[in-house]
């Protein structure tokens, strides 16, 4: 399996990172591709991918509830990064209205000219929506093309959302809250082609059941394994094998 979507460098994984890392490759986790937040965990992240070369692959691009005053210095970061070394895609990027609304304009600046830069490498996105997908999609409508693709991270919106951004070219990027009681996603999932989605775990955040409203790791990606096949009626092995495709389809395209 490969978990599309892990934070493994941050300060919730700073006492057993290693343990952590082992647990998860022990489940028959083989990759993890880790999302950029800001400048502040730039270093984190390389530090990771020392330690584990074969199996981190970093991303860069600035997180939407990072997106301040501050913004257009940080991308100068990210551009500069970009220019220097190979990532794996360009995320996360996106839109968040949850905690603060007051920078929209600047999260829609930043996401749309992230956009462009990931169309000039030839790179995946990964989107950042939480409660913005009007607004998320009114900039993807704006750079629609075979050149715009990725994974929409973390989907949690409707079966009309989902065709939506399958549309756009974006797979689906299934976690935790597919196992919980009222999330919503278990009761439409099997009406999305499997084709379209690929797993990820938003480790530290949103563990599945049993373990929701604790720290997520890696390792509980099968977890949600299990839970997607016991809504399509399929064997875990079956969905492990199509959506390890399906994230190499997105990462080395």
Known sequence: MIDTHTHLYTEAFDTDRD????????????DFYIPAIDST???RMFDLEKAYPETMHLMMGLHPTHVDSNFEKELDLVRSLLEKRA????????????WDKSFLKQQQEAFSLQIT???SYGLPIVIHCREAFDEVFEVLENHKGEDLFG?????TGTLEEAKRAIDLNFKLGIGGVVTFKNGG?????????????????????????????KRNESAYLSLICAKIAACYGLSVAEISQQTTQNAKAVFNR
């Open 19 to 30: 343990r952590v890392i082992e647990n998860a490759l022990s489940q028959g986790i083989t």
């Open 41 to 43: 965990y730039h270093q």
């Open 87 to 98: 990532f794996a895609a360009i995320g996360e990027i996106g839109i968040d209205l949850f």
């Open 185 to 213: 996603l278990d009761q439409f999932i099997n009406q999305i082609p499997l084709s379209e989605i690929v797993l990820e775990t938003d480790a530290p955040y949103l563990a599945p059941v049993p373990h929701r409203g």
């Open 151 to 155: 994974i929409f991270h973390c989907f």
């Open 117 to 119: 830069w990931a169309k």
